[in-house]
């Protein structure tokens, strides 16, 4: 079936580390792969996508994610953290046959100061 | 540029009572979905819209629930009667085009508690 795990339910950094949040898909085909950010009391906001093309994506807010075919991955990333960075990060696909944007489950960034 | 706008943003009611939630989707987007976002259950889609006709309704949970888009601008989601169990965040997110590699666009959502 066709899934997007997150394994990372929580994660700290420090205002100022790197960041990487994992995202794996399992699709037949290569999906069309989006990364959002929801803030407490928002909704999703759209921080990236990567549908074709070159495989390393740039977002807004600084951020940007790799897709890597051999390892179904598309990991989002940050060089450094801001305290407002803070919030609920979500990977989520499509394939072109499908109807449904399948998110996965969710990762919680705590920054600390 | 206006985004999805949602409305209540929060809506608190009691059990048995009609309860309405409404959704003007970006201007110009051919797409328009429902969804329900808990704790438990993480963010499940309801129902999509293209060009005002529901095309996928499987995620609605049951007849308690119904949607509508008379027009291009606009769309509701009514629950009734309404239930502790559908406290949630019902978001409306709109597409330029679906399915696609057109992202969706989402609302800040309603927070609907059933008391």
């Known amino acids: 079936a066709q899934s997007v795990t997150q394994p990372d339910i929580h994660i700290t950094v420090s205002e100022g580390a790197s960041l990487e949040l994992r995202c794996n898909y399992s699709?037949?085909?290569?999906?069309?792969l989006f990364w959002y950010v929801q803030s407490p009391g928002q909704g999703l906001q759209l921080l990236l996508k990567?549908?074709?093309?070159?495989?390393l994506v740039q977002g807004i807010k600084g951020f940007e994610a790799e897709f890597k075919r051999s390892q179904s991955s598309f990991n989002l990333r940050k060089p450094s953290v801001h305290w407002s960075d803070a919030a609920e990060y979500f990977c989520?696909?499509?394939?072109?046959?499908?109807?449904?944007?399948?998110f996965g489950t969710g990762t919680r960034l705590q920054v600390t100061l | 540029d206006a985004g999805v706008i949602q409305s209540p943003r929060h809506e608190v009611t009691e059990m048995g009572q009609e309860v309405t939630l409404r959704c003007k989707p970006i201007?110009?987007?051919?797409?328009l979905f429902w969804y329900r976002q808990t704790m438990m259950r993480g963010l499940e889609l309801l129902i999509y819209?293209?060009?005002?006709?529901?095309?996928?309704d499987s995620g609605m949970p049951e007849d308690r629930f119904s949607a509508k888009m008379p027009n291009a601008s606009f769309s509701t989601l009514k629950i009734q009667p309404s239930e502790p169990r559908d406290s949630a965040v019902y978001f409306c997110?709109?597409?330029?085009?679906?399915?696609?590699?057109?992202?969706?666009?989402f609302g800040d959502g309603t927070r609907l508690s059933i008391l």
């Open positions: 990567y549908f074709s093309g070159d495989t």
């Open positions: 819209f293209n060009n005002n006709v529901p095309i996928d």
């Open positions: 201007s110009g987007h051919n797409s």
């Open positions: 989520a696909a499509i394939t072109g046959t499908a109807s449904k944007l399948t």
């Open positions: 997110a709109s597409s330029l085009k679906w399915p696609s590699n057109q992202p969706q666009h």
């Open positions: 699709y037949g085909a290569t999906p069309y």
